[in-house]
Protein backbone atom coordinates (compact mmCIF):
# COMPACT_ATOMS: atom_id res chain seq x y z
CA UNK A 1 0.00 0.00 0.00
CA UNK A 2 1.39 3.40 -0.80
CA UNK A 3 1.89 5.40 2.53
CA UNK A 4 2.99 8.96 3.51
CA UNK A 5 5.94 10.53 0.97
CA UNK A 6 4.68 8.28 -1.79
CA UNK A 7 3.60 10.16 -4.73
CA UNK A 8 0.00 9.26 -5.91
CA UNK A 9 -0.01 7.51 -9.24
CA UNK A 10 -0.77 8.93 -12.23
CA UNK A 11 -4.53 8.16 -13.35
CA UNK A 12 -6.96 9.39 -15.83
CA UNK A 13 -10.35 8.26 -14.43
CA UNK A 14 -14.02 9.18 -16.24
CA UNK A 15 -16.18 10.91 -13.44
CA UNK A 16 -20.10 11.23 -13.08
CA UNK A 17 -19.98 15.55 -11.76
CA UNK A 18 -23.59 16.30 -12.32
CA UNK A 19 -26.84 14.99 -13.46
CA UNK A 20 -28.39 17.13 -16.23
CA UNK A 21 -28.33 15.47 -19.04
CA UNK A 22 -24.99 16.36 -21.40
CA UNK A 23 -22.83 17.59 -18.05
CA UNK A 24 -23.04 14.17 -16.42
CA UNK A 25 -19.62 13.19 -17.16
CA UNK A 26 -15.75 14.31 -17.14
CA UNK A 27 -12.41 12.86 -17.24
CA UNK A 28 -10.48 13.53 -14.10
CA UNK A 29 -6.57 13.26 -14.10
CA UNK A 30 -3.81 13.47 -11.56
CA UNK A 31 -3.25 17.07 -13.25
CA UNK A 32 -6.46 18.00 -12.78
CA UNK A 33 -7.43 20.47 -9.79
CA UNK A 34 -3.39 21.82 -10.25
CA UNK A 35 -1.63 23.60 -7.15
CA UNK A 36 -4.86 22.73 -4.84
CA UNK A 37 -4.41 19.90 -1.89
CA UNK A 38 -6.60 16.92 -2.95
CA UNK A 39 -8.34 14.61 -0.37
CA UNK A 40 -9.15 11.48 -2.43
CA UNK A 41 -11.47 8.59 -0.76
CA UNK A 42 -12.50 5.69 -1.84
CA UNK A 43 -15.48 3.12 -1.05
CA UNK A 44 -16.70 -0.45 -1.97
CA UNK A 45 -18.74 -0.12 -4.26
CA UNK A 46 -22.04 1.81 -4.69
CA UNK A 47 -25.71 0.92 -4.10
CA UNK A 48 -24.61 -0.21 -0.12
CA UNK A 49 -25.47 0.81 3.40
CA UNK A 50 -22.41 2.62 5.14
CA UNK A 51 -21.62 4.35 1.54
CA UNK A 52 -23.71 6.76 1.15
CA UNK A 53 -23.36 7.99 4.72
CA UNK A 54 -20.06 8.80 4.04
CA UNK A 55 -20.34 10.13 0.65
CA UNK A 56 -22.91 12.10 1.72
CA UNK A 57 -21.20 13.47 4.59
CA UNK A 58 -18.05 14.12 2.44
CA UNK A 59 -20.58 16.33 0.64
CA UNK A 60 -22.22 17.80 2.68
CA UNK A 61 -18.57 19.20 4.34
CA UNK A 62 -17.61 19.79 0.87
CA UNK A 63 -17.27 24.24 1.76
CA UNK A 64 -14.83 22.83 4.85
CA UNK A 65 -12.60 21.53 2.18
CA UNK A 66 -12.92 24.19 -0.25
CA UNK A 67 -11.97 27.00 2.07
CA UNK A 68 -8.96 25.20 2.89
CA UNK A 69 -7.99 25.22 -1.13
CA UNK A 70 -8.62 21.49 -1.02
CA UNK A 71 -10.41 19.53 -3.84
CA UNK A 72 -12.52 15.98 -2.82
CA UNK A 73 -12.52 13.12 -5.35
CA UNK A 74 -14.54 10.19 -4.49
CA UNK A 75 -14.02 6.78 -5.86
CA UNK A 76 -15.16 2.93 -6.10
CA UNK A 77 -14.51 0.45 -8.79
CA UNK A 78 -18.07 0.59 -10.04
CA UNK A 79 -18.78 2.08 -13.79
CA UNK A 80 -19.81 5.93 -14.03
CA UNK A 81 -22.93 5.18 -15.48
CA UNK A 82 -23.79 2.71 -11.99
CA UNK A 83 -22.01 6.13 -10.27
CA UNK A 84 -25.09 7.95 -12.44
CA UNK A 85 -27.66 5.82 -11.60
CA UNK A 86 -27.03 5.40 -7.69
CA UNK A 87 -26.59 9.27 -7.42
CA UNK A 88 -30.66 9.71 -9.67
CA UNK A 89 -31.26 7.03 -7.05
CA UNK A 90 -30.46 7.87 -3.74
CA UNK A 91 -31.74 11.34 -2.25
CA UNK A 92 -28.43 12.30 -0.21
CA UNK A 93 -26.43 11.92 -3.33
CA UNK A 94 -28.38 14.25 -5.62
CA UNK A 95 -26.29 17.43 -5.57
CA UNK A 96 -22.78 15.93 -4.79
CA UNK A 97 -20.22 18.87 -5.41
CA UNK A 98 -17.44 16.71 -5.92
CA UNK A 99 -16.48 14.00 -8.57
CA UNK A 100 -17.29 10.23 -8.31
CA UNK A 101 -14.54 8.83 -9.99
CA UNK A 102 -15.24 4.77 -11.71
CA UNK A 103 -11.89 3.22 -10.92
CA UNK A 104 -13.60 0.19 -13.44
CA UNK A 105 -10.20 -1.49 -14.67
CA UNK A 106 -9.29 -1.13 -10.75
CA UNK A 107 -5.74 0.67 -11.93
CA UNK A 108 -6.15 3.62 -9.19
CA UNK A 109 -7.32 0.84 -6.08
CA UNK A 110 -4.35 -1.85 -7.38
CA UNK A 111 -1.57 1.40 -7.42
CA UNK A 112 -2.91 2.58 -3.99
CA UNK A 113 -2.99 -1.59 -2.63
CA UNK A 114 -5.86 -0.72 -1.04
CA UNK A 115 -8.25 -3.59 -2.93
CA UNK A 116 -9.62 -6.12 -0.12
CA UNK A 117 -8.25 -9.12 -0.90
CA UNK A 118 -11.40 -11.86 -0.77
CA UNK A 119 -13.77 -9.16 -1.91
CA UNK A 120 -11.93 -7.41 -4.81
CA UNK A 121 -13.21 -4.16 -4.18
CA UNK A 122 -11.90 -1.05 -2.44
CA UNK A 123 -11.52 -1.01 0.94
CA UNK A 124 -12.43 2.80 2.82
CA UNK A 125 -9.10 4.76 2.32
CA UNK A 126 -8.64 7.87 2.27
CA UNK A 127 -5.52 10.00 1.31
CA UNK A 128 -4.95 13.32 1.64
CA UNK A 129 -2.19 15.01 -1.17
CA UNK A 130 -0.26 17.77 -1.09
CA UNK A 131 -0.46 20.00 -4.18
CA UNK A 132 2.89 18.93 -5.30
CA UNK A 133 1.21 14.89 -5.37
CA UNK A 134 2.94 13.29 -2.28
CA UNK A 135 0.43 11.58 -0.09
CA UNK A 136 0.61 13.23 3.22
CA UNK A 137 -1.79 11.23 5.71
CA UNK A 138 -3.28 7.49 4.55
CA UNK A 139 -6.31 6.14 6.75
CA UNK A 140 -7.74 2.84 5.58
CA UNK A 141 -11.16 1.23 7.39
CA UNK A 142 -12.30 -1.93 7.46
CA UNK A 143 -15.48 -2.75 4.68
CA UNK A 144 -18.10 -2.40 7.48
CA UNK A 145 -16.95 1.08 9.55
CA UNK A 146 -17.34 4.51 7.99
CA UNK A 147 -14.49 7.41 8.09
CA UNK A 148 -14.70 10.30 10.40
CA UNK A 149 -14.82 13.47 7.81
CA UNK A 150 -13.65 15.69 10.94
CA UNK A 151 -10.89 13.49 11.35
CA UNK A 152 -9.44 14.42 8.08
CA UNK A 153 -10.45 17.66 8.37
CA UNK A 154 -8.49 18.28 11.18
CA UNK A 155 -5.68 16.40 9.82
CA UNK A 156 -5.65 18.58 6.83
CA UNK A 157 -5.05 22.04 8.99
CA UNK A 158 -2.70 19.92 10.80
CA UNK A 159 -0.83 19.27 7.52
CA UNK A 160 -1.20 22.85 6.16
CA UNK A 161 0.24 24.52 9.21
CA UNK A 162 3.83 23.13 8.16
CA UNK A 163 3.95 23.57 12.49
CA UNK A 164 4.52 20.48 14.81
CA UNK A 165 0.67 19.47 15.99
CA UNK A 166 0.24 17.95 19.20
CA UNK A 167 -2.00 15.03 19.68
CA UNK A 168 -6.03 16.61 19.52
CA UNK A 169 -4.79 19.84 17.65
CA UNK A 170 -7.63 21.52 16.73
CA UNK A 171 -7.33 24.45 13.58
CA UNK A 172 -6.48 27.47 16.23
CA UNK A 173 -5.18 26.36 18.69
CA UNK A 174 -0.65 26.43 18.96
CA UNK A 175 1.05 24.25 17.67
CA UNK A 176 4.57 22.82 19.48
CA UNK A 177 8.09 25.11 19.00
CA UNK A 178 10.65 22.48 18.05
CA UNK A 179 13.89 22.07 20.14
Request: hydrophobic content about 40%; aromatic content about 10%.
Amino acid sequence: MLTVGDAFPQFALQAVTGTEPGEEFEEITDQSYPGRWKVFFLWPMDFTFVCPTEIAEFGRRNRDFVERDAQLLGASTDTHYVHLAWRKNHPDLKDLPYPMLADTKRALSSALGVLHKQEGVPLRATFVVDPQGIIRFVSVNDLSVGRNVDEVLRVLDALQTGELCPCNWTKGEPTLEGA
